[in-house]
């Protein structure tokens, strides 16, 4: 009885991973449903939207949305609401609480190398 204790302590791998993945602290959370989000752009805004902007960054539930020229940033203005609430239809509630749009890919919020391994460290710790 006492091996079936020490071995219930123990996480599956797919365990670890999925808490790894889903958990809004996790340490790649974010990057994950961005990823998400890219592979199912075409679904959530339709063909048309999705040749003229794309996510390209997703923190803390904020989502970066790259478009293609200044017509699309005002037409995409006008449709954020509805794509924030077809997302978080689609994936979970509130998971994007604002989206912002530029047209510089580089002008967008990176997490930084430092803050990813503390919460991979953390994560780790657990």
Known sequence: MAKQD???KFNSG???LQNLFSDKQGP???QFLRWKLWMNWQEIVGPTTAQCCEPVSFHQGVLWLWVKNSTWMTQLNFMSETIKN???QKFS???VKEIRLTM???NVPHQND???KNKLNQFFKK
Do not use: G, W, Y
Request: charged content about 40%.
């Open 6 to 8: 020490h071995k219930s």
């Open 14 to 16: 797919a365990e670890v």
């Open 28 to 30: 790649v959370a974010d």
């Open 86 to 88: 077809t997302i978080n």
């Open 93 to 95: 509630q509130n998971m």
């Open 104 to 106: 510089d890919r580089k």
């Open 114 to 116: 430092e803050d990813f």
